[in-house]
């Protein structure tokens, strides 16, 4: 099979397409042939040694495959042969063949194209767990999303809107902001140019954001912490902006404000019952055509490297995948 190599920790360019031997698949795990792989913030990190799961090289970067199973583990009765999955792997994405747990691959709708299965998993699941079991959004409440451009800023505001909120999209740049729009947002903030807290209360009239979704982090999430409504609620979702925040808690007693942490990954071990249901809730909605994911850039397997770069430099939109 061809792989995406990390051979020594560091930067994308390090990288390495390699052809490998063929995988069989454990006891209760499935092969798949990689239709689609997503690109995510986490991949950048996990291949310089930064990220919270350590991988020891040489291993194969990716979290996130779509494709068709091929060979099933001989305790594995839910799958078989052909069946169109999408899963989580940790890492081995970046290959045109991976190994996932069984019990991390989700049956598809049919009419699902591969390359939004792919960039489906990660973001809708974070962004639905977070808003839902973390966040506990009501319909209209205000939800300001930072980052909205990108995979999961851009999920957050779609599903947001879906849920009956009043979506507050900010981000650096007004094409962002014009991606955002047209997916929903009700409002934008251009946080390069104004301060985020001052629109945000003139937006609300100076009441403040109900929820606040933040994959960003560094400094504005004291612009957050400032902006939140009453009672508000502050989801940590991630620090793309490179630094995490130190949280005064003076900010969060004096409005009541919870500061929430979202961590997805280990809400999928320990309730994959409310997962699940996640799920079945996020795909019903795909097939009555009530959002679909936004896939910005597709490269082939061997621009990897370019991926991550164009990533690292905040340059994408919505989610990007590997086609190997």
Known sequence: MRAIVCTELGGPDRLQLQTLPARKPGATEV???????????????????????RAEPPFIPGAEVAGEVL????????????????????????????????????????????????????????VIHALVQCGRLHHDDTLLVLGAAGGVGLAAVQLGKLMGARVIAAASTDDKLA?????????????????????VKGL????????????????????CLSAAAWGGRYL?????????????????????????????????VREP???????????????????????SARYPLEQAARAL????????????VLIP
């Open 31 to 53: 092969l798949l042939r990689v239709a689609a792989a997503g690109v995510n913030f986490p991949d950048t990190l996990i291949i310089q040694g930064k990220y919270q799961l």
């Open 71 to 126: 060979e099933v583990g001989a305790k594995v009765r839910h799958l078989k042969p052909g069946d169109r999955v999408a899963a989580l792997v940790s890492v081995g994405g970046y290959a045109s063949e991976a190994i996932a747990a069984a019990d991390a691959c989700l049956p598809i709708p049919a009419d699902m194209p591969m390359d939004e299965a792919a960039g489906f998993a990660l973001a809708y699941g974070t």
């Open 179 to 199: 991606l955002a729009k047209a997916h929903g947002a009700d409002e934008t903030v251009n946080y390069s140019q104004v301060s985020l807290k001052e629109a």
């Open 204 to 223: 609300t009239k100076g009441q403040g954001a109900n929820v606040i979704f933040d994959p960003v982090g560094g400094p504005l999430a004291q612009d």
């Open 236 to 268: 940590v979702v991630g620090f793309a902006e490179g630094t995490i925040p130190q949280l005064p808690a003076n900010r969060l007693l004096l409005k009541e404000v919870a500061a929430v942490g979202v961590h997805w990954g280990a809400f999928v």
């Open 273 to 295: 019952a409310r997962n699940l249901e996640n799920f079945r809730q996020l795909f019903a909605w795909y097939e009555e055509g009530r959002f679909k994911p936004v896939i």
């Open 309 to 320: 770069q164009d990533m690292e430099a905040r340059s994408v939109t919505g989610k990007v």
